[in-house]
């Protein structure tokens, strides 16, 4: 056993050293920041001898976490580790002491609490559950870094636990196809950031994505073949378990389910024969509310799944219906008028209510969107909001429990400080009571994935939902912006040593987009590009599930890193001449070996306008740039015509923004007064 | 069936527009070039419509390597394919026509020739037999590229066929074990440019890597627990089949086999116990020749390794015995006298012989390095030459067959155009007579692992072994050192779709160094140095099986290009002035940001003189560049002081070289004449 005398001797050690310092102030790149942190003088080695040990309660899920813990730490260090978990606490570099077993059952009452203390003699990391213990050793793994001597993590003392309970992160696995790397990677990313609700979306116009062996029409006429066996299914649920992630699928009613109709068109609202959906947005397909056969065949499907996945929690979807198919079908009309229901909401109200009984009578609670949420319905459903926090809280006084998914909506490309400072208990929700808000569980980033494939989805999630993670872990005071773009630099890059690909695809993309030739030159007009925000995507083009999604909007990362860089240096004008002036230098010239490069392919021709409008404005920022620092005024004439030529820039044209325009319009205004 | 008056007038539309040209002058990047090739006028799209047709004799590998090609293509091209193989050639863009079976196993014998046509209207690849057909796969998917229209192959038509049967690499999965992965994507790659044996070096003094059922104790102590299980390496095999490559196991006797004596020490000269060696080097412990019970143990083991590989040949190493242990064993000393053996080479030739029949005894070939070779060994032996063309013509002058390695040692760090020049017949075995010649089956790379771990081994291995492969498959007139590296650059960017990672390996590294900053700078350095050259590594430190190869020189790629871009321009300096300047300058600047990076991390401290220098050496080059605008000579004084800083930055430090010291002696060289 772990000498406690030798424990106490170290912590009064540390504390001898150490200085209390706000999370969001300590100097390390910890990413989320824990609730309470001491950041001491000293390091703890990490070399050849490391080892772990367990202590306390143990089960499979340590072994194999500490297991993991050792490979990754050899593999982010490259310092070859023993594999082998040490059984001697004294011995060891890091030990785990874990309490007592967890949920069998993850839910939303899980203690996900830990501490962690690193002293220069050993880490010591201490969990009431395995989950907590999960949490922790991904704060140890963050700890590490390389300094004069080597790697090491410096002395520490962290008190931690999550803000909010619910911490999801949702994949729509069904626009596109995202086969189980993909999903396993991102359990991966998901864990490391301490996320821990991982929402399935399986079922869509486009696509049923899992084996039902009570209909199997669903998946072998509503998948293309491509779906979760129940096995593969198991598969997931077990990794994510290790992981401390709760697993919950969505199965999208009454609309959104024109896969379902291509192999049971009797479940709709129109007559068939149905074909899988190519396209992407709001379809007519709905199921028909007032055919008892389709609340036999939910009983049925509901009861399959609900035994498959073993969370309490059984998401029915609900967004999102039309109403063409229900008011054109005449025996719709009728029931409706018979049953006194007024409007297409009351229908799918009743509609809602059958299958939440059904739920319920299954073992499970509902989630569902908004507008699952109606008078009547129990309190124990949960509300995903993608409406924002004026739902959540009129839901919350009501009695009902919300997340939000307002403001994460990670497939629309914004920013990540736009989802950084979005936080559940803002704005409607900031004025509840303790009660009521308590009732508000946390939030979930959603990932739909109209214009993702397997290839670029991962830098849709990350990094930019390690910040989302972060607003939901931890407290709230941790709201600074560059504190965060900071750190998320760093999370950035250690994300890549678990697999995930959100870096590495980049290369990979603008070369094929180079062709057979060097794709240098392009990198650095990607790198200051962005896909068009928001919907705009999907209005510029008829998209389909069977488009290439292989040009250069594809490839851009949704944040410039160098844009924003640049636009700081910009902030800081006269500090920065000679860094802008390489910089834009750098943009001006390099069309001359990009644009020949351009003309002759067919993937980059739409391309050219912005490589020419980069060049440009580059030429338009040095002139600033003199202009500046000859103390004049530009002339109106010259600032005129800058104008012209930013405010064209800032035109999206191939479904791209060019990142610079901004601050370099700020260049321009500051020419033009003359002054900074 | 594909009508065959179609094909004729096909043909015949192709002929009227084509240029029959050289291999090496027909534009595309094709490697390795075929034998023979005419390129058309017209091209072939490849677009979402593509469909392949298989055609002929049949069987399930031609389909898997259907399947993987669309996937391929989809993958290199970003375009959605059906993964279904189509049944009708008519509405195919690609037909394959197989002929007939090729061998079971296959062997040098195997057909491996095939023909492909690519007309406006269809792809026809027809090859006698799956092999072939495997090989005109990889051909036509290096035709595919993007031009202004979209993706496509370019008309042409190539009959093609390999000048040597054997075209091998080595892997060494000993001295440092590599995990399936690492081998199957290296069977990917070896595929994808036309090698056609694994050579799986499975038994070193540091680790015996292949489970014996018979002999268990040989990996439960000779491995560490890294080792193939006799189910992986079927799986290993069977992956090579299913891509036309044989499967050669070698087991190293009677030297550097001390990870056997760990559970077999009876086996060994000198009484035991042994532990796994751990340091690189040539080691005292050897099998004892005069133990009847090591060929006992040999007889079962070989039987047993006979059995699961199923190749013809057999390799039994033989290589680098230092006699240590032989001479201080007196009873191994007496057994000598009393039958007559003069040297340790006669002892090892006994050996050899009984090894030699045991092989043969169940049913396979024997090859050994080239210290298998004395009188009356077996006219069916192969040699594999580390020696070099003089031993091959020795050995085939006596009827052996032989294979190359010496000039192809890939792990020495030489760059690819040094590879690229040696030639099995040249040399000592040019003045071969034909059928002397035809016993040069070919060569092999060799991949020696002391300084590789599975992490960057693939760097090691590619792109450069592309040229080599080059060297085996095309015709001896494809020479052309720019060409080669032209078309390199082009396939180590397609080696990278199939999941090698001789790229993706770099960012990572440079990024661990880094530690939590921006990698930018260092990799600007790292860009232009190289590992030190041959054996020098292992005499710069006493490096360990343990050792963690974490450091600069693990991560700088064996040949820079960079460097070699560089010196290219300085060879046409008039005409890169601007070009040179801003390489000069920004190499001179990248300092400033480097350098403080660098001295605080204890992985990156000694590379700081190196990035002085490169500075140091820049600055040189500028003022070089000074001296010859003005078109005066430059002082001696100052010619004398570059020569000094020119002399230092040539050594190497922190086993790494400064690959711009050479372009920027020139520079200064010519300025010092006062003209280029």
Avoid at 150 to 156: I, L, S, W
Avoid at 264 to 269: D, G, N, Q, V, W
Avoid at 530 to 539: D, I, L, M
Wanted: with cysteine; proline share 6%.
């Amino acid at each position: 056993m772990y000498n406690s005398k030798v424990k106490a001797l170290l912590v009064m050690a540390i504390m001898a050293t150490t200085t209390i310092l706000k999370a969001e102030e300590n100097g390390l790149n910890l990413m989320p920041q824990p609730a309470e942190i001491s950041v001491g003088q000293g390091r703890l080695a990490i070399d050849g001898t490391f080892r772990v040990a367990l202590a306390g309660y143990q089960e499979p899920r340590l072994q194999d976490a500490a297991t993991r813990l050792i490979e990754r730490l050899s593999r982010q260090t490259g310092i070859p580790l023993s594999d082998q978990v040490e059984t001697d606490p004294a011995k060891a570099t890091l030990v785990i002491q874990c309490d007592h077993a967890g949920e069998i059952i993850q839910s939303i009452n899980e203690d996900e609490s830990y501490s962690l203390e690193v002293t220069p003699q050993q880490a010591r990391l201490a969990a009431p559950t395995p989950v907590g213990a999960l949490r922790g050793i991904e704060t140890f793994l963050q700890l590490v870094h390389v300094d004069s001597q080597g790697f090491a993590a410096p002395t520490v003392r962290i008190n931690d636990r999550p803000r909010f309970a619910w911490r999801g992160l949702m994949i729509d696995a069904c626009r596109h196809w995202m086969p189980m790397d993909v999903i396993k990677r991102n359990l991966d990313g998901m864990a490391a950031v301490k996320l821990n609700v991982f929402h399935w979306h399986l079922s869509e116009n486009q696509g049923f994505r899992v084996e039902s062996k009570v209909f199997p029409k669903l998946q072998e006429m509503g998948s293309d073949g491509h779906y979760y066996t129940q096995r593969q299914v198991k598969e997931i649920i077990a990794y994510a378990r290790d992981r401390g992630i709760r697993v919950i699928p969505e199965f999208d009613m009454p609309g959104h389910s024109t896969a379902w109709f291509v192999g049971y068109p009797e479940l709709a609202s129109a007559p068939g024969p149905y074909t899988i959906e190519r396209h992407w947005g709001v379809f007519d397909p709905a199921m028909d509310p007032t055919n008892e056969k389709v609340y036999t065949f939910l009983d049925k499907l509901i009861g399959e799944m609900a035994a498959l996945f073993p969370d309490e929690y059984f998401h029915i979807g609900g967004d999102e219906v039309n109403g063409k198919q229900w008011n054109s079908n005449p025996s719709i009309q009728a029931y409706m008028r018979e049953h006194g229901m007024k409007s297409n909401d009351d229908l799918q109200t009743y509609f809602s209510t059958r299958v939440q009984a059904l739920v319920k009578k299954h073992g499970k609670k509902t989630i569902g969107w908004d507008e699952v949420l109606h008078p009547g319905v129990p309190k124990d459903i949960v509300v995903q909001s993608w409406r924002g926090q004026e739902s959540l809280a009129v839901a919350a006084r009501q009695g009902y429990m919300g997340i939000l998914s307002n403001g994460y909506y990670i497939d629309l490309m914004h920013p990540a400080s736009q989802h950084y400072v979005v936080d559940p208990l803002e704005g409607a929700t900031a004025g509840l009571t303790a009660e009521e808000k308590a009732r508000i569980l946390g939030g979930e980033a959603t990932m739909w994935s109209e214009y993702v494939t397997p290839e670029n989805v991962d830098s849709r999630i990350w990094p930019r939902t390690a910040a989302i993670a972060e607003r939901f872990w931890s407290p709230e005071s941790v709201k600074d912006v560059d504190s965060m773009y900071r750190r998320l630099a760093v999370e950035s890059r250690r994300l890549e040593w678990l697999g995930l690909t959100h870096r590495s695809y980049y290369p990979m993309m603008l070369e094929r987009l180079a062709g057979e030739q060097s794709a240098q030159n392009l990198k650095f007009l990607a790198d200051i590009v962005e896909p068009v925000k928001g919907y705009a995507r999907g209005r510029a083009r008829d998209y389909t599930s069977l488009t290439a999604y292989n040009r250069l909007v594809d490839a851009a990362r949704p944040e410039s890193d160098a844009a924003r860089t640049f636009a700081s240096l910009v902030d800081d004008w006269a500090n920065n001449k000679t860094q802008i002036k390489r910089q834009l230098t750098a943009w001006r010239d390099n069309n001359a070996d990009l644009v020949p490069l351009m003309q002759p392919n067919a993937l980059l021709q739409e391309d050219v306008p912005l490589a020419q409008d980069v060049s440009a404005l580059a030429t338009t920022g040095l002139e600033a740039l003199d202009y500046l620092e000859s103390g004049k005024p530009a002339p109106q004439a010259w600032v005129a015509e800058q104008s012209a030529l930013l405010d064209r820039a800032a035109q999206p044209r191939a479904e791209l923004l060019i990142m610079i325009v901004t601050p370099i319009r700020k260049l321009v205004e500051m020419a033009a007064q003359g002054k900074p």
